[in-house]
Nanobody
Framework: QVHLVESGGGLVQPGGSLRLSCAVS????????FGWFRQAPGKEREGIAC???????????FYRESVEGRFTISRDNAKNMIHLQMDSLKPEDTAVYYC??????????????????????WGEGTQVTVSS
């Protein structure tokens, strides 16, 4: 059975950092790309970062413009983990953050963002609140 479990969320002041983790079980990470998504209150879920199973060999990782230069996605296939390092956090980064997998490479899914409908399976999410 496939499980994705996000952790690492919390309350942080503007300008601070958090590192989110996604523990994956039940699938072979080498066969999947992974994306991080977020959903702010009253807004649709949006894709913000994607890393392929090929690592950087497809031109990635890929980042939405609103997070590029501040967020870093990484993966550790040996430990079945996906991470999202978030620096220089802003109040508008407040959201529930989700990780999700996809058999296709990020390059074929990237439109300046990744689509929710292209990814499955999903985790339950972790709350990130950026506030002073």
């Amino acid at each position: 059975q496939v499980h994705l479990v996000e952790s690492g969320g919390g309350l942080v002041q503007p300008g601070g950092s958090l590192r989110l983790s996604c523990a994956v079980s039940g699938i072979d990470l080498n066969e999947y790309s992974f994306g991080w998504f977020r959903q702010a209150p009253g807004k649709e879920r949006e894709g913000i970062a994607c890393i392929s199973s090929k690592g950087e060999r497809d031109g990635g990782p890929f980042y939405r413009e609103s997070v590029e230069g501040r967020f870093t996605i990484s993966r550790d296939n040996a430990k079945n983990m996906i991470h999202l390092q978030m620096d220089s956090l802003k109040p508008e980064d407040t959201a529930v953050y989700y990780c999700a997998g996809d058999h296709e490479g990020c390059a074929s899914r990237w439109y300046g963002y990744i689509n929710v409908d292209d990814f499955s399976p999903w985790g339950e999410g972790t709350q990130v609140t950026v506030s002073s």
